[in-house]
T-cell receptor
């Protein structure tokens, strides 16, 4: 079946450190891939997305590249800030008529000043 | 900025009781969803709703669950007879379309079943 696996947290970094949160997926065909972020006390918000192989999604300094050969969509940021502290969710949506998004467990990021 | 709102933020109930979770989706959105996250586990799809009917549901969404859009603004999830394993954070979401568009989520309603 279709699934998303992301690295377990929490991830604790110092401000200005490099961030990688790994995400791999299992799906047939060509799903669309997403990263959502949940800040404390808020709902999940779309951070970035990629809809086909080799696409790079980017937003707010975060990037992720759709790698079909490794079935991965790792999230990266060159220099994290305290305000990036949140829970990050990787997700996929199969191509076709489905309404359903499949999420990972979420990875909590804590950035220390 | 328009947002999805959910009430209550936290509800504690006894096993076997009925619970209704409420959501107000973004006003021009056409597709509505419920997801849930049991503590430490994945965010799981429950159901999607479009044009006043269920468009897709997961195996979790059994006869104990129902959804309704009673008026032009609210979207509710009812659990008829709660079980301990229904304890989770329930997220409502809405979207303009069902393609690769963005889901807009509410803050979640935490349900604790004792």
């Amino acid at each position: 079946g279709n699934s998303v696996t992301q690295m377990e947290g929490p991830v604790t970094l110092s401000e200005e450190a490099f961030l990688t949160i790994n995400c791999t997926y299992t799906a047939t065909g060509y799903p669309s891939l997403f990263w959502y972020v949940q800040y404390p006390g808020e709902g999940l918000q779309l951070l970035l997305k990629a809809t086909k192989a080799d696409d790079k999604g980017s937003n707010k300094g975060f990037e992720a590249t759709y790698r079909k050969e490794t079935t991965s969509f790792h999230l990266e940021k060159g220099s994290v800030q305290v305000s990036d502290s949140a829970v990050y969710f990787c997700a996929l949506k199969r191509e076709g008529g489905t309404y359903k998004y499949i999420f990972g467990t979420g990875t909590r990021l804590k950035v220390l000043a | 900025e328009p947002e999805v709102t959910q009430t209550p933020s936290h509800q504690v109930t006894q096993m076997g009781q009925e619970v209704i979770l409420r959501c107000v989706p973004i006003s021009n959105h056409l597709y509505f969803y419920w997801y849930r996250q049991i503590l430490g586990q994945k965010v799981e799809f429950l159901v999607s709703f479009y044009n006043n009917e269920i468009s897709e549901k997961s195996e979790i969404f059994d006869d104990q669950f129902s959804v309704e859009r009673p008026d032009g603004s609210n979207f509710t999830l009812k659990i008829r007879s709660t079980k301990l394993e229904d304890s989770a954070m329930y997220f409502c979401a809405s979207s303009v379309d069902r393609g690769t568009g963005e889901l807009f989520f509410g803050e979640g309603s935490r349900l604790t079943v004792l």
